[in-house]
């Protein structure tokens, strides 16, 4: 089952997902953090060892869902999770989905159309509406309104941080739009010199060379072209000394 929750800033999407999870029985995966005892940070990878009934919500989906990039390998990485979320719950039951987001256009037209119930938040006077449909293949079911007075919601707060930034999966995205980049450099010649101790002959190291020890050392990606050129500089003036 997925679950999408759209508003506006403010109207009671991440309050209405957070409420779902602290209801449920089962794991609670998430990318912010619910401080219930059954909830796990989530990160992509996990997703496809879940072998147990999950519940897995995703706040300000479109940054790990963004449509325009739908053809992305991230994309298609959830989308395959979403097709098969009823063989990922194992025998006892199976994966449902909660999104939040602010305009439901912005999230990848796949998961889009596996869409069972849309809710509609908008702040109130005294709490937060929402307008549920059922959405099949046959159409829409009749809107069904219901309400969360500021009441419970003073009481759900404590679970979240509503100011809990989501990051989004594409940090390259970042990486490429920094103008300021001297704190990346700063990292990036920290692994170009672990590189250069370990490696005597600068020539050894190829850019496969560097792209393996960032991923054996956790280090991001993005960094092995920046590392690689910056192990590259070093080779060239050690030759210009030489000659």
């Not at 147990?52 to 739908?70: G, H, N």
């Not at 739009?177 to 020539?203: A, G, H, P, T, W």
Request: proline residues 5%; aromatic residues 12%.
């Amino acid at each position: 089952m997925l679950i999408s929750i759209e508003g506006d800033y403010g109207s009671g999407k991440t309050l209405l997902a957070t409420f779902l999870a602290l209801k449920d029985r089962r794991k609670v995966m998430a990318n912010y953090t619910i401080n219930i005892p059954n909830f796990v940070p989530l990160k992509p990878e996990m997703l496809w060892n879940i072998n147990e009934p999950t519940l897995i919500v995703l706040d300000e989906a479109y940054a790990w869902l963004e449509s325009r990039t739908s053809g992305k390998p991230i994309n298609r990485y959830l989308s395959y999770n979403l097709f098969q979320s009823r063989k990922r719950g194992g025998p006892e039951g199976i994966v449902d989905y909660i999104l939040t987001d602010q305009l439901i256009g912005t999230v990848d037209p796949r998961y889009r159309m596996m869409i069972n119930f849309d809710i509609q938040a908008e702040p109130h006077e005294s709490g937060f509406v929402y307008t549920m449909t059922k959405l099949t293949r046959r159409g829409a079911s009749k809107p069904a309104t219901f309400f969360i007075p500021f009441s419970l919601a003073a009481k759900i707060f404590p679970y979240y941080n509503t100011y809990q930034k989501v990051d989004p999966i594409d940090k390259e995205l970042l990486f490429s739009i920094s103008e300021d980049q001297s704190d990346i450099m700063k990292q990036v010649d920290i692994v170009r010199d672990e590189l250069l101790d370990k490696y005597v002959n600068l020539k050894k190291i190829t850019k496969g060379v560097v792209r393996d020890y960032c991923l054996r050392n956790g280090h991001p990606k993005m960094f092995v072209d920046r590392i690689y050129d910056a192990i590259k500089s070093v080779q060239l003036e050690c030759e210009s000394e030489a000659g």
